[in-house]
């Protein structure tokens, strides 16, 4: 059955290494959003996607944080340097966007960051 | 600004009836989502509501009041497998998810 897929799924790094992350949104959906979730904060929107274009980044902290959706199949969520403030699970949500209002998200299981 | 209430922590019996609530504040309204987090596990979706009344989908009904910016998730027969956190969303007028801090649901035998 269709689903988001994320890698990976857990990763330990050292403050101000880079940190990428990959998304596979379901194949055929057109909105991809990144997350970012802990226990202070709940969930966080980093990013948005529609089309592969980006609509809304304004969740997420520029100078270190870039996302990008080289193609259709992939959506990445990069961190240069890491710190380690940016500890939590990372969620990549895609959606149908057949009608803004009723998109659905569909999440995928996560990555689980912790920077040392 | 964009604000969105839930509490923080419930405790039901297991077979009983369970009501979280949310309260919404948000610059325009286009439909409210539930969705149920298990601990360590992706959100998954609960159910969508845009107009006023009760949505029933088997154990599990959702209900909005537009004019109150309120809404409330029902869960009837509970089980354990029910204890989660259960997360309150408002899609505003930008179409923008504005996500609650959710509910964790404790079921106890």
């Known amino acids: 059955d269709a689903r988001v897929t994320q890698t990976p799924r857990h990763k330990v790094t050292e403050m101000g290494q880079e940190v990428t992350m990959r998304c596979q949104p379901i194949l055929g959906h057109n909105t991809v959003f990144w997350y970012r979730q802990t226990m202070m904060q709940g969930l966080e929107l980093l990013a948005y996607f529609r089309n592969r274009a980006p609509l809304d980044d304004s969740g997420m902290p520029k100078d270190r944080f870039s996302a990008e959706m080289p193609d259709a199949t992939l959506a990445t969520l990069k961190i240069q340097p890491s710190e380690p403030r940016d500890s939590a699970v990372y969620f990549c949500a895609s959606g149908p966007g057949l009608a803004e209002v009723t998109d659905t998200q569909y999440f995928g299981p996560g990555t689980r960051l912790t920077v040392l | 600004g964009q604000n969105i209430d839930q509490p923080t922590e419930m405790t039901a019996t297991e077979g009983a009836i369970v009501q979280i609530n949310c309260t919404y504040q948000t610059s325009g309204f286009n439909g409210l989502f539930w969705y149920q987090q298990h601990a360590g596990e992706a959100p998954t979706f609960l159910s969508y509501?845009?107009l006023d009344g009760l949505e029933e989908k088997g154990r599990f009904s959702s209900f909005l009041s537009r004019s109150k910016g309120y809404s409330y998730l029902l869960l009837k027969e509970l089980q354990m497998k029910d204890s989660a956190s259960y997360l309150c969303a408002v899609l505003d007028s930008n179409y923008q998810l504005i996500w609650g801090a959710g509910t964790k649901l404790i079921i106890k035998p």
């Open positions: 509501n845009v």
